[in-house]
C-alpha cells in the first residue's frame, strides 16, 4: 500500500509544529540564561522560576508522552514492540494530557505578578531587550489564543491520526507501516531532541523546581 496524501500531510504537519514547539522552548532558555546571570539576587531568581517552571513542565510532559514512540530503532523493534510502545504512549497521554493548559495558565498568571516588578521596568539595554523578549513570548505563546497550546494540541492531533493509520497498516502490509513509521519519528526526532535539552536547561535555571523527567529514549536518540 503507497504512502497516502493524507499520511504525507499529517507528517509534513508533525514536524512543522514540534520545529515551533521547539523554538518557543529555545527562545524561554535565552532569555532564563540572560535573565539569571544578569540579575543574580534569590528573590528575583525564584520569581523568575514562578513564571518559567510551569512552561518546563509543559515541554517535559510533551517529551515524556512522546518518548516510547522513539525507544523503536529498527524494523525488528517495530514489528516485535509497535503495539507496546503505542499502548504506552497512549496511557502517558491520557495521563499528560491536562497538564500543558493548566501549565500555561500558571505561568500567565505568575507573569502578570512578575510583570510589576522593578527589573522588569530597567532601562538597562541588555536587560531592557531580554524583558521586551520575555514580553513576546508571553504575548504571542502565553496569553490571548495560546499558540504554544495550539501547537502541542495539533502535534497531538497529528501523531494520533498517524499512528491509527500505521497501526491499521500494520495488519496488511507491516513493511510498509515500519517504513512510514520510520521516516516520520526519524523527521520529528530532532525537534524532539531540542525540546528535551532545553527542557533540562530550563529546569536547571528555575530556582526550587523540581528535576527533570528524564526521557531515555529520546536523551539515546
Known amino acids: 500500500m503507497p504512502v497516502t496524501p493524507l499520511t504525507s500531510k499529517l ?36 520569581a523568575l522560576a514562578s513564571v518559567v517552571a510551569p512552561l518546563t513542565d509543559t515541554y517535559q510532559a510533551l517529551v515524556y508522552t512522546l518518548d516510547p514512540l522513539f525507544s523503536i530503532k529498527s524494523e525488528s523493534d517495530f514489528h516485535s514492540a509497535f503495539p507496546g510502545a503505542w499502548d504506552q504512549y497512549q496511557q502517558r497521554f491520557k ?34 531587550r531580554t524583558f521586551d523578549r ?25 501523531l494520533n491520526l498517524l499512528l491509527g493509520e500505521i497501526n491499521e497498516l ?17 523527521a520529528v526526532l530532532p ?9 533540562q536547561a530550563l529546569a536547571a535555571g528555575s530556582t526550587g523546581a523540581p528535576p527533570y523527567t528524564e526521557t531515555p529514549a529520546l536523551a539515546a536518540g
Open 11 to 46: 507528517e509534513f504537519t508533525l514536524c512543522k509544529e514540534a520545529a515551533s514547539i521547539a523554538t518557543t522552548a529555545t527562545e524561554l532558555a535565552a532569555i532564563q540564561q540572560t535573565l539569571i546571570s544578569q540579575i543574580p539576587q534569590a528573590e528575583f531568581q525564584v
Open 95 to 128: 495521563e499528560k494530557n491536562g497538564i500543558p493548559r493548566r501549565c500555561v495558565e500558571s505561568a500567565y498568571e505568575a507573569y502578570l505578578v512578575f510583570s510589576q516588578r522593578k527589573e522588569a521596568k530597567t532601562g538597562f539595554p541588555i536587560l531592557r
Open 134 to 158: 520575555l514580553v513576546n513570548y508571553i504575548d504571542r505563546y502565553v496569553d490571548n489564543d495560546s499558540w504554544l497550546l495550539m501547537n502541542i494540541d495539533n502535534v497531538y492531533k497529528m
Open 170 to 186: 500494520n495488519q496488511r502490509d507491516p513493511e510498509e507501516a515500519w517504513f512510514i513509521y520510520d521516516q516520520a519519528m526519524e
Open 191 to 199: 525537534f524532539m531532541q531540542i525540546i528535551n535539552r532545553r527542557g
